[in-house]
Nanobody, 124 residues
Framework: QVQLVESGGGLVQAGGSLRLSCAAS????????AGWFRQAPGKEREFVAA????????YYADSVKGRFTISRDNAKNTVYLQMNSPKPEDTAVYYC?????????????????WGQGTQVTVSS
């Protein structure tokens, strides 16, 4: 079992920066790839970024590529999402999760052990 707790959300101005953290409990966390998803009001939860177990590969949604960076520190059981130059359309609740199934890194059905989410609001 893995439990995830997101933090670092808040209000940020467009063009600023924000770093989200996802702290995991459970020794098996380092065995899983991890990902960030987001959900805006009235919309489906969508893929943002993912990272492999040993950080050798990262994946990004086209909408955040070049602005957001995912990283992880397995010694600290933590995954990060650095958000640079956020835009108002990035406003959403951000969730982290562990990827427990094979297949695409962008499919939320391949993830389990979701956190409770952290709100990010980007003002224009």
């Amino acid at each position: 079992q893995v439990q995830l707790v997101e933090s670092g959300g808040g209000l940020v101005q467009a063009g600023g920066s924000l770093r989200l953290s996802c702290a995991a409990s459970g020794r098996t966390f380092i065995s899983y790839p991890a990902g960030w998803f987001r959900q805006a009001p009235g919309k489906e939860r969508e893929f943002v970024a993912a990272i492999t177990r040993n950080s050798d590969r990262t994946y990004y949604a086209d909408s955040v590529k070049g602005r957001f960076t995912i990283s992880r520190d397995n010694a600290k059981n933590t995954v990060y999402l650095q958000m640079n130059s956020p835009k108002p359309e990035d406003t959403a609740v951000y969730y982290c999760a562990t990827k427990v199934s094979g297949g695409s890194f962008s499919y939320k059905s391949n993830y389990a052990y979701w956190g409770q989410g952290t709100q990010v609001t980007v003002s224009s």
